[in-house]
């Protein structure tokens, strides 16, 4: 089993930047891909970002692509969500998932594992 935990959340003026970061514990050597999704109430999951197990390919959700980067440093077993020009549409609680599958995969019910969330707030 594997436990992702998520930091970097809070309050930020449009504009502005956060980092987030998702660090992995337990049977990490099974985790292959990961990703980020977003989520606010009342609506489904939604894909933001993905990264393959080294981290040479990457993938966007259409809403992000330009200002969001996702990263990983294996060594460490953390994924990175780096935001950028953020706006207020960005509002919502950010999960990070792992899989163990290969390929790039974009929907929620595809991942095994998932973090509590942390929450990002964008203010206009």
């Known amino acids: 089993q594997v436990q992702l935990v998520e930091s970097g959340g809070g309050l930020v003026q449009a504009g502005g930047s956060l980092r987030l970061s998702c660090t992995a514990s337990?049977?990490?050597?099974?985790?292959?891909?990961m990703a980020w999704f977003r989520q606010v109430p009342g609506k489904e999951r939604e894909f933001v970002a993905f990264i393959s197990r080294s981290g040479g390919i990457t993938y966007y959700g259409d809403s992000v692509k330009g200002r969001f980067t996702i990263s990983r440093d294996n060594a460490k077993n953390t994924v990175y969500l780096q935001m950028n020009s953020l706006k207020p549409e960005d509002t919502a609680v950010y999960y990070c998932?792992?899989?163990?599958?290969?390929?790039?995969?974009?929907?929620?019910?595809?991942?095994?594992?998932w973090g509590q969330g942390t929450q990002v707030t964008v203010s206009s």
């Open positions: 337990g049977r990490t050597f099974s985790i292959n891909v």
């Open positions: 998932a792992s899989d163990r599958s290969v390929g790039i995969i974009t929907k929620a019910y595809e991942y095994d594992d």
